[in-house]
T-cell receptor, first 110, second 113 residues
Framework: QKEVEQNSGPLSVPEGAIASLNCTYS??????FFWYRQYSGKSPELIMF????GDKEDGRFTAQLNKASQYVSLLIRDSQPSDSATYLC??????????FGKGTKLSVKP | NAGVMQNPRHLVRRRGQEARLRCSPM?????VYWYRQLPEEGLKFMVY????????ESGMPKERFSAEFPKEGPSILRIQQVVRGDSAAYFC???????????FGDGTRLSIL
């Protein structure tokens, strides 16, 4: 069964620090990788996507992909209290549907 | 630029009734996906559709659930004879193409009395 694993957290970091979120996946044939942010009671919001090995940066966010290790990570620099949310890792293994991890709850303390 | 539109936002049904959830994808998106999120659980894929075609329904329960995406109009997720266990948030997402980023609607919160 294809799986996506994340630490459930909560991960607590002080304001201004770097938050590091990790995700592993089981299907080596996976093609594309996404990070979503979900505030309590709200819908998932796409924040990053990555297709190739290496790093991809967008503002304060950096996504890292290592297909050999089947590992995806998200770094949030200069964390803000407004970044406090659940972060969902999602992987597209084959025909487009996404497999989601259960999410890591991030808390940024002022 | 309108995003993915879902309605209704909240839906209350009694056991045994039917629930119809609607989703209009983002402009220019022809791929639609439905996901279900149970309380304190992760998002689970249900079905993937393109106009007039079901591409993948491997996550859909075999009974009582159906989905369509007609040539004209929104995609519909239909749940017949609802039971308490159907209470969940149902999210629709759309994308421009295969493996492209999926953008989510605000969801429909279904409550079964």
């Amino acid at each position: 069964q294809k799986e996506v694993e994340q630490n459930s957290g909560p991960l607590s970091v002080p304001e201004g620090a770097i938050a590091s979120l990790n995700c592993t996946y089981s299907d080596r044939g996976s093609q594309s990788f996404f990070w979503y942010r979900q505030y309590s009671g709200k819908s998932p919001e796409l924040i990053m996507f990555i297709y190739s090995n290496g790093d991809k940066e967008d503002g304060r966010f950096t996504a890292q992909l290592n297909k050999a290790s089947q590992y995806v990570s998200l770094l949030i620099r200069d964390s803000q209290p407004s970044d406090s949310a659940t972060y969902l890792c999602a992987v597209a293994p084959t025909a487009g549907n996404l497999i989601f991890g259960k999410g890591t709850k991030l808390s940024v303390k002022p | 630029n309108a995003g993915v539109m879902q309605n209704p936002r909240h839906l209350v049904r009694r056991r045994g009734q039917e629930a119809r959830l609607r989703c209009s994808p983002m402009k220019g998106h022809s791929h639609v996906y439905w996901y279900r999120q149970l309380p304190e659980e992760g998002l689970k894929f249900m079905v993937y559709l393109q106009k007039e075609n079901i591409i993948d329904e491997s996550g859909m329960p075999k009974e009582r659930f159906s989905a369509e995406f007609p040539k004209e109009g929104p995609s519909i997720l239909r749940i017949q004879q609802v039971v308490r266990g159907d209470s969940a948030a149902y999210f629709c997402a759309s994308s421009e193409g295969l493996y492209q980023p999926q953008h989510f609607g605000d969801g429909t919160r279904l409550s079964i009395l």
